[in-house]
């Protein structure tokens, strides 16, 4: 049975349903902070460091601010039409959702709507809350009825309620990076974000990460951030990690917040929180997405890329924020079309696939899936990884950060005169002045950035040595002409990351723990199209991704 938002029990924090007419909106309360000692005590003693929390609710972030605006319209969204909508909706794709709409079963407003209820139905309340949603677009309602007059031949994404991770840059909403210094930073659009707007896609809010996408403190809790709070994993809270630094984008992908989400990554960041929370993650070919307008780790390595439910959304995604873009010296014009990518699987029979002998031995639900994709008749070469070090991959983010993060500020944030910070040196000032809410766990990548004194001479050779090196470790693609070499969540990221080789991940069944794994597709540059159509194929063969079962109403 649906839990409505405004008349729950559950939603004790809400005002109660015979006020909610004669309430002026300003005193209307939605949400309570709450004390959260007990659940931290609770994973103090977790067997993963990254699970012993310090906080989850956020210090800093007032949700009656975020959700209050769009209250009174959500308020009017019934029962009844979010009965009907969701079966219609809910771990629907794309073209699904879309035939509904020009059916003329539901509106684009009322997808917003049937979102905005799922987001607030959940959130509010502090025993199912999994502090993901941080902003909401004030504008998107407003949005949703200017397309609904203006409908017509477009793009896939035309109408999809997309949400962004909070290092991406919007002009409806702060662009924080989940880090207080930012917390009021006024930002235009990145050019991913004018894409999607160009194609109609609705921005619908922000969504947590971990702070500064991971690079802040370490060996730190993933999906937290001081102005977010802790992400949780709707598949366990408390229980399963997020991943990070996407955590947000990927737990409110799996929990039907949205059609999908953008993630970004410098290592890992889309594969790991795409695997924990059981979606499809893209991290594409650097170059082939602009990384304008998005706060910056390295622009060596950094690249944004789509979180959706399946794999179709995710080709249209990525053809959404497609383009060249002159400011970014990575980017390159695209030179296919991803849209059709859903409708022309591989063909298995053609396709050769890497296989690492080790992972075999050790993971039951990676050879599980291997032992489908031979079935189906794709060809399977078992090799053994090369030993293949990353030597010098933190100084290379050390001195990206030092010289990426000043040029952000000075060319994005437009608010200068309230964001105080120009250099990483600032932010680590910043944050002494109020540590125990600012770095409760420390910040101890942004020390190790300022103490690192590698030349710029030395920095060249190892961005040099690096790319060589992951590349290197996938040499067999080249001598066993593969398709893809076959990973798991992101175990080997890193070593895609320096080769610049894109990776999809894509749910392939859960532990007995009910814990997600991601079966990853690693691919050579710019075969992003391919890797589609290979997973593509997967997906149809497994069907593997479930709904969180706390998450189905």
């Avoid at 802040?216 to 949780?232: F, H, K, Y």
């Avoid at 039907?256 to 893209?282: D, H, K, Q």
């Avoid at 022309?344 to 396709?351: K, V």
């Avoid at 990353?390 to 040029?407: E, S």
């Amino acid at each position: 049975m649906t839990r409505f938002f405004l008349c729950s029990l559950a939603l004790i924090a809400f005002v109660s349903c015979k006020q909610k007419d004669v309430t002026p909106k300003e005193e209307v309360t939605l949400w309570t902070p709450y004390n959260d000692s007990s659940e931290v005590a609770a994973n103090a003693e977790n067997e993963s460091r990254r699970m012993r929390y310090k906080f989850i609710q956020s210090k800093v972030l007032d949700k009656n601010e975020v959700f209050l605006p769009l209250y009174e319209e959500v308020s009017k969204f019934s029962k009844e039409q979010y009965e009907k909508m969701k079966p219609l909706v809910l771990e629907q794709d794309i073209p699904s959702i879309q035939s509904q709409i020009e059916a003329g079963t539901f509106t684009y407003e009322d997808l917003v709507l049937f979102y905005l209820h799922r987001i607030y139905e959940y959130e509010l309340p502090n025993n199912t809350t999994l502090n993901t949603v941080i902003a909401l677009n004030p504008n998107v309602l407003e949005e949703a009825r200017a397309l609904d007059k203006n409908q017509g031949t477009n793009h896939p994404i035309y109408g999809m309620p997309i949400l962004l991770k909070d290092n991406v840059g919007t002009a409806e909403m702060h662009t924080t990076a989940g880090a207080i210094a930012l917390k009021e930073s006024q930002t235009d659009d990145a050019f991913i974000v004018e894409r999607l707007k160009e194609k109609g896609a609705l921005i619908l809010g922000k969504v947590n990460l971990s702070e500064w996408a991971n690079f802040i403190c370490q060996g730190c809790p993933n999906g937290q951030s001081a102005v977010g709070g802790q992400t949780l994993n709707p598949y366990g809270r408390r229980v399963f990690d997020t991943g990070g630094s996407s955590a947000g984008s990927g737990t409110s992908t799996a929990a039907n917040y949205a059609v999908g989400a953008v993630g970004t990554e410098t290592s890992g960041s889309i594969l790991s929180p795409s695997s924990s929370s059981s979606i499809v993650g893209l991290k594409p070919t650097i170059g082939l997405l602009s990384r304008t307008g998005i706060v910056p780790i390295s622009s060596t390595l950094d690249t944004p890329g789509p979180m959706t439910k399946n794999v179709t959304d995710n080709a249209i995604l990525l053809d959404a924020m497609l383009g060249k873009d002159e400011a970014d010296f990575k980017s390159v014009a695209p030179e296919t079309d991803v849209k059709a990518t859903w409708e022309n699987p591989a063909e298995l029979s053609q396709i050769r696939l890497g296989v690492m002998k080790n992972l075999l031995e050790r993971d039951s639900l990676y050879a599980a899936n291997v032992e489908i994709l031979r079935n189906a008749g794709a060809q399977i070469i078992e090799f053994e990884p090369a030993d293949v070090q990353l030597d010098g991959f933190t100084t290379l983010l050390n001195l990206d950060m030092r010289a990426d993060l000043p040029a952000y500020i000075e060319s994005q944030v437009k608010n200068k005169d309230v964001v105080k910070v120009a250099s990483v040196a600032d932010v680590v000032e910043f944050n002494k002045q109020d540590s125990l809410v600012r770095i409760p766990y420390g910040q101890g990548s942004f020390d190790g950035i300022l103490a690192d004194t590698t030349t710029a001479e030395q920095f060249e050779i190892i961005k040099k040595n690096l790319m060589a090196s992951g590349r290197a470790y996938f040499k067999i693609m080249e001598d066993k002409q593969l398709d893809a070499v076959l990973s798991i969540n992101n175990y080997h990221a890193g070593y895609a990351a320096v080769a610049e080789y894109p990776a999809l991940t894509i749910p392939m069944g859960y532990m007995p723990t009910g814990q997600p794994k991601g079966l990853t597709f690693i691919g050579k540059p710019f075969s992003e199209v391919h890797l589609l159509k290979i997973g593509k194929a997967f997906e149809d063969l497994t069907h593997a991704r479930k709904i969180p079962e706390g998450y189905r109403d």
